[in-house]
């Protein structure tokens, strides 16, 4: 799906300076939450780029507009809270250190201990698109003849061993490589 390019009317705004050095802003960072200080502007070609400063360092941000964004999105200024904000509550987040200056970044919190639980009671049945048979994945079924992985790189039965460790380790590692693009 195509990125949908914003109205000339916001594009224009783009291109306008919005925020003057000195200017408190609400900006986002890498989806963290700050407040600072434009500290300088400098034209590109996909619009006005703002360096804003907080807490001594300096982040490059492109400017968000209603719901339409300049295509450098890492350091975002929110033009419409900075404006409803205003200058006066910027200016007091800033020298207070409200909260949201110091935000989290999103992280992956895992699985809860149930989702990933191993219940050898249940089984599954598992149905592959490519394959004409049903694989079944019973807990605690086991097959005859199963060719056991060998730390020589070689099938154990009726091989002769290989006195090229090297050679195996290389082998076995260019096998295990292989295995992740091959569906059984």
């Not at 963290?32 to 619009?47: A, F, H, L, P, S």
């Amino acid at each position: 799906m195509a990125k949908q390019k914003a109205p000339d009317a916001i594009q224009k705004q783009f291109n306008k300076i919005q925020h003057k050095p000195g200017e408190a802003v609400f900006f986002t960072w890498l989806g963290m939450k700050k407040y600072g200080y434009v500290i300088r502007t400098k034209e590109t070609n996909w619009g006005i780029q703002y360096t804003v400063d907080s807490e001594g360092t300096k982040y490059p941000c492109g400017i968000q507009i209603k719901t339409h964004k300049t295509t450098y999105t890492t350091g975002i200024i929110n033009h419409d809270e900075t404006r409803s904000l205003g200058q006066q509550e910027l200016v007091t987040r800033i020298q207070t250190g409200h909260s949201s200056t110091y935000s989290e970044i999103f992280r992956d919190t895992g699985r809860e201990k149930t989702e990933s639980r191993d219940d050898v009671a249940t089984s599954r049945r598992l149905s592959t698109q490519n394959s004409k048979r049903t694989k079944s994945t019973d807990v605690g079924s086991e097959t005859t003849n199963v060719v056991k992985p060998s730390a020589k790189g070689v099938r154990g039965n009726n091989s002769t061993k290989r006195g090229n460790t090297e050679l195996d380790a290389a082998i076995q590692k260019q096998r295990n490589f292989l295995n992740g693009f091959v569906s059984n």
